[in-house]
């Protein structure tokens, strides 16, 4: 296992859609390894793979938010079984420091694999929920900044340029949500 750097916003791999994964080997799973390594590191809620610079549909989180039964999903695919809707801060790790109130469904249903290739369901609500929504953008190009008002968006990308970590990177493009 190793600890990986994590892309920042504005590396365009953050806005690539990943690829599902279509191979179970010994490679998946070091990846596995290596994102959950990174992710403890870090002491952060999740880590998708496009935050490690590889194009594939997994993430890891921190096992203490699903009471240490779930760690990883492979090829994820949600489900809400309602329209209870939750508000509350989120960050990323791709963009240090930064805090925005998001919101997210409160209840989700998602189906994936393990890193083994066996099928995987998982019920969440509440901050695990919200993770795995978190996450699953990731695998599809968006970020939580996509998520917020319009209004909210010429503060967010001048927070964003006067962040020192962000020295030298491009200017990240905010997008519309496609969720």
């Given at each position: 296992m190793t600890v990986l750097p994590i892309r920042l916003v504005g590396d365009p791999v953050l806005r690539e859609a990943a690829v599902p994964v279509t191979d179970f080997d010994a490679e998946l799973r070091k990846l596995v390894d290596d994102l959950s390594e990174t992710l403890t590191s870090t002491g952060g809620a999740g880590l998708a793979a496009p935050q490690l610079g590889v194009g594939l549909r997994v993430f890891a989180l921190n096992p203490k938010i699903s009471d240490g039964e779930f760690d990883h999903l492979v090829n994820p695919v949600l489900e809400f079984p309602d329209e209870e809707d939750q508000d509350g801060p989120e960050g990323c790790l791709s963009i240090p420091g930064i805090y925005l109130d998001t919101r997210r469904r409160m209840n989700v249903v998602a189906k994936?694999?393990?890193?083994?290739?066996?099928?995987?369901?998982?019920?969440?609500?509440?901050?695990?929920?919200?993770?795995?929504?978190?996450?699953?953008?990731?695998?599809?190009?968006?970020?939580?900044?996509?998520?917020?008002?319009?209004?909210?968006?010429?503060?967010?990308?001048?927070?964003?340029?006067?962040?020192?970590?962000?020295?030298?990177?491009?200017?990240?493009?905010?997008?519309?949500?496609?969720?």
């Open positions: 994936g694999y393990t890193k083994h290739g066996d099928p995987i369901q998982l019920v969440g609500e509440g901050l695990l929920s919200r993770c795995v929504q978190h996450e699953t953008d990731h695998l599809d190009g968006v970020l939580f900044i996509d998520r917020q008002r319009p209004e909210q968006r010429d503060q967010l990308l001048a927070t964003i340029r006067a962040a020192a970590w962000a020295e030298g990177l491009p200017i990240p493009e905010i997008r519309t949500s496609p969720h």
